[in-house]
């Protein structure tokens, strides 16, 4: 996917992480919602009624639009989880 940070932002160390089995690359310092839209990941869940797509909204843990599976521990808020290397993020398709 296309990485959409903007290029004259200083960043910390470069990570991979898991997501949906794919390696991505992100940022020591990023929060996981961050480095989802940076790496092209719009959909995040399916809304549970009428199960259309839902993304990040707020970015501050108040919507609860981007709940995603961290290393196993579901319906957690990206937006409030950092980056760390390594992490494995499941996320509806």
Sequence with gaps: MEDLRINSVERKEKVTIIVNGKEVIAYIGETLLAALIASGYKQLKKSPVLKENRGGLCGMG???ECLVTIDGEKNVR?????VRAGMEIGIEE
Aim: contains cysteine; hydrophobic residues 40%; proline residues 0%.
């Design 62 to 64: 108040v919507c609860y």
């Design 78 to 82: 990206a937006c409030m989880e950092d």
